[in-house]
C-alpha cells in the first residue's frame, strides 16, 4: 500500500512543474502578443522606452520581450539595453544551436510564428539555462517578437 502511494505521489510531484510551465509559456505567448500589438501602434522609441520599463507591463520576474528583424539586428531588448543595435545571425548557444536563424525561419514561415528551444543566460540568476522563446512576425515588418521562458 505504502509503495503504491509513494508512485502517485512521485507522480503528482512530477506533473506539477509540468502545469506550471505550461502556464508559464501561455504567459510569454500572451506578453508576446501583448508586445506586437504595442509596438505595432508605437514607433520603436516609444516601445522600447516601454519594454525596457523595469516596472512596466512587459517585464514580469524572469519574462521580457525583445524585436529583432531579418538581418539579425538586436532592435530591442527587454533588460538588457546594451544588446540593441548588435548583430547576432551568427550567434550559437553553447549546443551549437543557431537560434537567432532558427527565429528569423519561422517569423518567415507562413504560420510567421512558432517556439525555439536554446540556452540563454537567465537574467536574474545570470547562469546558462535551457529556454524556450516564442516568436511572431510583426505585421508589415521585417522583424519579429520574442518573449521567452526557461526551463
Known amino acids: ?53 523595469k516596472n512596466g507591463e512587459f517585464i514580469k520576474g524572469e519574462l521580457y520581450v525583445f524585436v529583432q528583424d ?11 539595453p546594451k544588446l540593441d543595435n ?6 550559437r548557444d553553447p549546443k551549437g544551436t543557431y537560434f537567432v536563424k532558427e527565429m528569423i525561419s519561422l ?10 528551444e536554446y540556452i540563454w543566460k537567465h537574467p536574474i540568476t545570470g547562469k546558462l539555462t535551457p529556454k524556450v522563446t516564442y516568436i511572431r512576425k510583426l505585421d508589415n515588418s521585417n522583424a519579429f517578437i520574442g518573449c521567452g521562458v526557461f526551463l
Open 1 to 53: 500500500m505504502k509503495s503504491i502511494l509513494t508512485r502517485c505521489l512521485l507522480l503528482l510531484l512530477c506533473l506539477i512543474p509540468l502545469s506550471l510551465l505550461a502556464e508559464t509559456r501561455e504567459e510569454a505567448k500572451e506578453m508576446a502578443l501583448k508586445a506586437k500589438a504595442f509596438v505595432e501602434q508605437n514607433d520603436l522609441d516609444t516601445a522600447r522606452k516601454a519594454f525596457q520599463d
Open 86 to 91: 548588435t548583430n547576432h545571425i551568427n550567434l
Open 70 to 80: 531579418f538581418d539579425g539586428n538586436m532592435l530591442i531588448h527587454g533588460v538588457i
Open 107 to 116: 517569423a518567415q514561415s507562413p504560420s510567421q510564428e512558432g517556439w525555439v
